[in-house]
Every structure is written in structure tokens, then in C-alpha cells.
């Protein structure tokens, strides 16, 4: 090999050489026996290898949060509180997870038997021989109606999910998010004012829709998910929203019917996209929360099972994350699994969620550690502040004091300035100008990300094919539902003197809980 | 001319762009007429692209290789233990 920098044409040594993409030689690190079969990060492994790497990797990512309560010094038998729900998309990942769980904890398992009684060792009680979950779930959200010309893909997946005996397929439409009939069905409670928002306001004042001099009384829950999907200003902002959609739908779904554990097949590389895009769009105070996250059912929901958490919680475990696309894909091919594939939502290559994929996916082939890296330091990321409660879209924490930096943002929209006036400007006396009654207003009730989804705007123009102030866009019925949303609609009606006519004005406005109750204090009972 | 049989098997989707069939054969000429050489995996894949391939050259093409997320096995063996293109 040359060492000079000659030219390749005609030294034949100096070209440099390929950087190789793996280290040492081409045997199996592990056994140390046989030829390897595939390169992962570097490290050569064979098939048998591979395997069983993938196997552990999987329970050491899900075993330790399957207990209700971490094992004391004794290490005790897996036993979860409730039952299991699997998140199943018809991706790769969604796939391969249902394989590794089913195989891991739901196939026959055969018990050694005592010889000497000819029964299972240690008794049938013994948590050796119990099923770690007593039901599983397979639940499926179908896009299709959120964008028109796109195929139903539930049977598909219906036939998918069939194979694995023992576990339940629950079908779901992400139209659901506004049915009065999926609602009930999850146990939430009624809801007298279905609320819509002025998407051209920034602040997103609320609005009942529920009379039927409103166009949006009488439609359909797909026509109001397709107003809603259409009203929004940004295919980034579509796409950030279907997944919310269905990541709520999930959550509930698992509530109702009794859920521990919402599983998620989320693999490293899904995990990097996702870390990356939604610190992109603003997400950056919940990026724990993209790896793992305890979910606490609202109090608009009733809690129809138990499921042996406090207050019902529910784990969403994400046990694919430190499995990469390609060790995926690797195991779906050499298992035989029948991939359906996801759905390309239509007109979303420019969002943010695309761009990001196509760079990761790109940055894997090419540095396929750095794929790691991204979730590993994602992981180590803490917010600096604490949290100002849940957000009523994402359920998620939001940061505190948003509204503050909001106000003090210089960047804003000039529309959204009611208060502020450029001073060269005069004072204007407003005293013979009869105030209006403010609206409520959404927005100190979402988080960053959520506000930002519903009211940024793209330097290209608008995806929004119809938004107008005048017919409000119906919300999903647990942002409605939610006792923030009523506290926001609750009304206080406070009678002053017009000052020219005499006669009574009325001037509605929002109370918090402590003067409803200061209100009412003198009528309860200790 | 003398040929070498190939079996190519796409999955995870990639069937959809080569008429929705999993599994083809091809024959491939022994020796490159351009280059004069055995053909290589490079030249499979510029081979499937100009006369296997229906639609979105783009979405199995992309500078010259396969794109990425596209894994190639030789022989059940990660192409990149075996050279990758070469």
C-alpha cells in the first residue's frame, strides 16, 4: 500500500482504502464459532447470535417496568397489575414487537414437571408457571378518513393479528377522537357543550357549537375530524396531530378495558426521528416523555376496570428502543413475519416528521452509532423548570410560565397584539367605547408544542383549506371533556350600569376554582 | 453468452415497486461487456433499476446505491460483511 498521496490513476495504491463496516474479523463476537451473518453497529454476529441478542434486549427494555412496583433486594417473579394493550400500526416495528411478545410471554410455555408427583414443579401457583399478563390486546387506530383516497388497511391487519392466538384485536378509527359513542364507551362522562376553537386567533378562543343554529352540530364524527385535519395550518402540523390523535385514542382504549402496560414498537431509530422532530416543533420540555411515560386517566373519564396501579396509571413502555431499524428488519425477514407496511400520508415529504426521517435513516447508514447517541443524550435531558400542569390535547406536561414568555416573545403575529400600541401612537379614550365580554381562550391550557402546531405558519402559506372565526373547529371530545375545558367555560355574569343609557350591562368572566368554590362555600356542607 | 442465474427476493414493501412480485429470477451476463469483469452487486442493482423496476426509481435508487433503509442480504449474509457494491 502506498503511503503517499499519488494520484489513483496511476499508482494503484494510493486510493484510499473503504473504511470497513465492521471491526475485527468476519466471525460472531459473541459465540466466537461461526461466520457472521450481519453487522450491527459494527459488531458481527451470526444468526443464532443475533437471536438471542435481540431476545434480551427486549426484556431488559420491558421486565423491569412490568411490576407494579420495583422488586425489593429479593428478586421476585414477573406479575403485572392489569392487563396488556400492544399499540399495532402495521409497521415494522409495531411487527416485530408482536412477535417478541407473543413469543416472549404469551405462547405455550411448557412447565417442567416434577417426576416424582407428575405435576408442574413447584405447583401450578408457582410464578414460574403463570402468564406475566392474564389478557392481551392488539389495538389498531386506521387513519384512512383523515385523508380521502386513502385505503382501509383494518382487515389487513385484522388477518395479521389473527395468527397470534390469545390475543384480542380492538379495531379503532382515528375518527373515534370525536365520537360521542367511542367516548361513552371508554367511560367518559357527558359532555353538554361541544366546544370548537377560532383557529385564526392565536389565542384560540373557545366557542360552544352544540346548537343547531351551528353547522357543526349535526356532523359526523369523520366530518369533524376532516374539518379539523383541513383547518390545520401546516402538513407538519397534520401529521404531529394524527399521531397524537392515535396515541390518545391508545391511552384511553387501554384504560377501559383494564391495561397495565401500553406497548409501543417504537424502535431506536423511530425513537431518534421522533426525539429529533419534536424538539423541532417545539416538544423539547416532554423529550422523557418520548421515551417512556407513566399516563394519569383525567378525571372526565371514569375508570371502568382496575388495573392495579395508583389512580389507574398507565405505563406506555416503549421495548424496542434500543433496537435498531435494521436489527428490525433483520428479524422480521428471518422470522418469516408478514410486514403490512404504514401508509404514506399524503403531501407530508415537506413536514418536519419527513425531513427528519430521511436525515436519520441516512445518518444510519453512514454512522450508525450516531442513531444511538441521539436517544442516549436525549435520555439524559431534564427540563429545567417544573411543569404548569397537563395539556388538554397531548396530555403531556407544559412547562410553566408559557404564558409569560409568550408575552414577552417579540416575534408575534401583528393580529394577535390586542393591547399593545406602538407609542408614537396617541392614547385612545375608550371611555365611550362599550367593552365586550372576552371569550375563553385554549391556549393557556396546551403546551408549547400543541399551541404551536394549531397556530404556526408556514413561509410556503397555509394548508388550511377553510378556517374562518365564524365557524369554529370542533376539538377531540377529551379536550372538551376535561374539567379544565368546563372550568374555562364556566361563566360568571356580573351586571354594571351603561353610564349613558342606564340600562343593565352584562359582563361575562372566567372564574378559577377557588372563587367558584369561595361562591358557593356558605352552602357546603364540612 | 454464458449467464448466472440470480434469485431476488424483495420484502417489506420494495415488491410494490417491482410489479408487486416478491421473488425474481434474472440472468445476468458472466462477464461485463463494459468492464470486462465478473458483474458485481452494483451492477445487480443498476441491472433491477433499468429493466425489473415499474415505478419511484427514486425510492430504491439513490446516488449510485441502493437508498437508505434499504437492506441488502447475499445469501442471507449482510452485503456489507461481503463488500456491499463491490
Known sequence: MSTSCGNPETETGALMLRRPKFDKSKQCVRCKEKTGNIVIRHAVYCKECFSTLISVKFRRALDPTVNPLPDGPRRKGLKAGGDLLIGFSGGLGSTVLLDLMYRTYFSFHDAPIDLTTGKPRGGKDHPRNLLVWSRGSVCYVEPCNAFPGMKDRTEHIRAIVEQYEDLTFIPLRIEDAFSRDWWDSVGGKHISDNLGIDLTNEDLLLSSISNEGNEGYSKSPVQQLQKYIFSLPTQTAILSTVQTLTRILLLHTASAIGSSHLLLGTSLTSLSISLISSISQGGGFVVREEGKEEWVPPRSVTQMKTNGHENGNIRVVRPLQDIGMKECAMWAWWHGLNVVGREKFPGGKQSIGQLTKDFIVGLERDYPSTVSTIARTCSKLAPKHGTDGICLFCQRPAQYGLQDWRAQTAIRSFKSITSYRPPHFPERDTTDVPTSPSPPSLTPFLCYHCHTTLTSRSSRGTTAVSVSKDDPTPMPLWVTSSSAASTVSSTVRVATQDPYSGEEIWNRKKMDVEQMKATVAEFLFE | ?86
Open chain 2, 1 to 86: 453468452m454464458t449467464t448466472i442465474s440470480v434469485k431476488v427476493e424483495f420484502s417489506g414493501g420494495l415488491e410494490l415497486l417491482f410489479s408487486n412480485q416478491r421473488a425474481h429470477t434474472v440472468e445476468l451476463p458472466a462477464i461485463n461487456a463494459v468492464t470486462s469483469k465478473e458483474p458485481n452487486l452494483q451492477y445487480l442493482i443498476e441491472f433491477l433499476r433499468d429493466n425489473l423496476l415499474k415505478e419511484r426509481v427514486e425510492l430504491f435508487v439513490e446516488n449510485g446505491t441502493v437508498r437508505p433503509g434499504i437492506l441488502v442480504l447475499v445469501n442471507d449474509t449482510d452485503w456489507e460483511l461481503e463488500g456491499e457494491g463491490e
